[in-house]
């Protein structure tokens, strides 16, 4: 059985509906250690036939066996096998990769293989020196000669142990002694058990074969036999395989190392979209932290006011007037995860303070409960002693410019409330200063049970219009446990409690902080639509740069989906080297910026999260790939023939 066997071969090329008849019924046999001269003139149909036997067309008609097997309906990535397990082509041109060291040429063939890295490193250097080429492992193609760069694209054709090797006009561009020199290397490969097919129009060339077969207008004229052929096997090739995600990797960042200015260029373009979307997050982090931080220097975070009625924001406090919390609204907020206790509470508006025939008008009278922080109380006491008050400093100096001095005394106070009548009356009653607490609140203070007490007094049943539930854990299981209790429905059947006082002002500010955050953030996005549009151009241009090279990984044996990987690597590691260096880059000036700071607020102004970067991380990778997509997906679908006399 013949190694390979070419039956009546035809292939036409159209010219809009014009026929041209390249291949006329091509049929022969090839066997191992033969060196086989494809002789004729130019446009003789030689080099489509080598394309046909090399697995790179398959569009004719005919058939073409291989150790008895057909290929006619084998598909490409059967035909992908095909060329890499038993094809290896020497180019006239020689059709090196630029970018990769010679070492690496031949070196590209075997990361296909199951060889280790140094095994790989191994054999291409072994191939290397066979063809006269040691000392020059380490250069590029183009600093080499016509003569090497050819040795180089025989070692790179012997790499992966190939049964049958395809020499298209391999001595064209070489001077005479060149000419010599490769002719007796490919001789001594076919000596080996290797079928060399070398296409030529010189006599001279095709004197070095076993045998010559002259073409001529797509037809064979003549099958002559110079000299027996080499009685020799060829050893079991080596295990190939297509190249893995690692391989594509490595390919990937030496075309980006190759390239290094313009890549470091459009790292740049990339990082800058990364780095305003990282930073604007993190000064949203910031400006909140520092808000609640300011807030919460007065105010106990653990505690929250809670309140019946749709009013809103929850500070509306003609509305909470009007709500009466129950003692089964009561057990059912203490029932919620996280609330430690629950504490009744009551108020009113407009309350009046007379000292020494000095009127007052304070903005709200509240019962005295944990959300104000015993450290902000600067003189006195809380107001726990029965019909005692509490005031804050910005209501105590109006009262006296030695406000500490009124730490002690009695003082009138005055507020209006509404009768079980429903008519509008005064409540007043004397009162002794039990400390002044530091805050810019106008929020008077006083104990339940003396507010109780005046109402009492008064012949009024006190309503509790809210409750400060006190919160378990740290400031984290504050936002959610808000929610549950937000959640509840309340002794009516309705979802009607809502968070009041300091807690809803927070909770609002943050909401406003994180919303103009993101807008800003978005607006700082929109630079990375910018930057993907570059990664699209750049791959495209890439494509059309590198499409000799894509058409040399195809002849190679590489599949389209390597092809494809190998561009979504490029687009991959772009995103992430912006992405990273952006990341850097913001957390270097982050540090700055507090740094200066410092004294003038003494708090973290920039606050970047890990959240943040691997966001940003994240999205520009996404990004990068997706940008990626058409570019990969063209340079998989371009023809192996027509990529390889690319210029």
Do not use: C
Request: glycine letters at 8%.
């Amino acid at each position: 059985m013949a190694l390979l066997e070419l039956k009546d071969i035809q292939k036409s090329y159209y010219l809009g509906k014009e026929e041209f008849k390249v291949l006329k019924g091509i049929s022969l046999k090839f066997n191992h250690g033969e060196f086989v001269s494809l002789l004729g003139e130019s446009g003789g149909g030689k080099s489509t036939l080598m394309n046909i036997i090399g697995g790179l067309d398959s569009n004719y008609q005919g058939d073409v066996f291989l150790n008895g097997k057909s290929l006619k309906h084998d598909t490409d990535k059967q035909l992908d096998e095909y060329r890499r397990k038993t094809i290896g082509f020497i180019f006239q041109n020689f059709n090196l990769i630029g970018h990769m060291t010679i070492l690496g040429n031949v070196q590209v063939a075997l990361e296909m293989s199951d060889l280790s890295h140094a095994e790989q490193v191994k054999r291409a250097t072994q191939l290397l020196e066979r063809v006269g080429l040691g000392e020059h492992i380490h250069k590029h193609p183009n600093q080499l000669s016509g003569g090497q760069k050819q040795r180089v694209a025989i070692a790179r054709a012997l790499a992966s142990d190939p049964d049958i090797i395809i020499a298209d006009e391999p001595t064209g561009a070489l001077d005479a002694q060149n000419t010599d020199e490769i002719l007796k290397l490919l001789d001594e490969i076919a000596s080996e058990g290797k079928l060399v097919l070398t296409v030529t129009h010189s006599d001279k060339v095709a004197a070095y074969g076993t045998r010559v077969v002259h073409m001529a207008n797509g037809q064979i004229d003549s099958d002559k036999k110079l000299r027996d052929s080499y009685d020799k096997e060829p050893s079991n090739g080596m295990k190939l395989h297509p190249l893995r995600m690692i391989d594509t990797f490595k390919m990937a960042f030496q075309q980006m190392s190759y390239n290094l200015k313009r890549n470091l260029l459009i790292i740049f373009g990339g990082a800058i979209g990364i780095f305003s979307v990282i930073f604007m997050l993190g000064l949203g982090n910031g400006i909140k932290g520092y808000i609640n931080h300011q807030i919460y220097s007065q105010i106990n975070p653990n505690s929250v006011q809670v309140t019946k009625g749709k009013n809103g924001s929850g500070t509306d406090t003609s509305a909470m007037l009007k709500s009466n919390v129950t003692d089964k609204d009561i057990s059912k907020l203490k029932d919620v995860k996280n609330v430690k206790q629950v504490e009744k509470g009551a108020m009113a508006v407009s309350p009046q303070l007379t000292y020494n025939g000095k009127t007052t008008q304070g903005q709200i009278l509240q019962t005295y409960n944990s959300t104000i922080l015993s450290n902000t109380i600067k003189q006195g006491t809380k107001p726990t002693a029965l019909n005692t008050v509490l005031l804050p400093k910005s209501v105590a100096q109006k009262i006296k410019s030695n406000y500490k001095s009124l730490v002690g005394k009695n003082i009138k106070l005055s507020f209006a409330f509404l009768g079980n009548n429903g008519q509008q009356s005064l409540m007043t009653k004397s009162v002794k200063v039990s400390g002044i607490y530091d805050s810019a609140s106008p929020i008077i203070s006083v104990s339940y049970d003396t507010l109780k007490g005046i109402y009492k007094d008064n012949k009024q049943t006190l309503k509790t219009n809210f409750v400060t539930a006190d919160i378990k854990g740290g400031v984290a299981n504050v936002n959610p446990t808000q929610d549950k209790i937000k959640a509840l429905k309340s002794s009516n059947g309705k979802k009607d409690f809502q968070i009041t006082g300091a807690g809803s002002i927070v909770s609002t500010l943050n909401t406003y902080i994180s919303l103009a955050v993101n807008v800003l953030a978005a607006i700082a996005g929109i630079s990375l639509l910018v930057s993907a549009i570059m990664i699209i151009v750049v791959l495209y241009i890439s494509v059309a740069e590198r499409t000799k090279e894509i058409g040399i990984l195809r002849a190679l044996g590489v599949t389209k989906g390597n092809v494809r990987g190998l561009f979504f690597s490029e687009a991959l590691l772009l995103g992430l080297f912006s992405s990273i260096s952006a990341t850097i880059v913001a957390y270097l000036i982050q540090w700055g910026i507090n740094s200066a700071a410092s004294g003038a607020i003494d708090y973290s102004i920039i606050q970047i999260t890990p959240g943040n970067a691997i966001f940003g991380i994240v999205i520009a990778v996404i990004i990068n790939l997706l940008a990626a997509l058409l570019p990969a997906g063209r340079a998989a679908k371009l023809d192996p023939i027509e990529s390889l006399s690319a210029e």
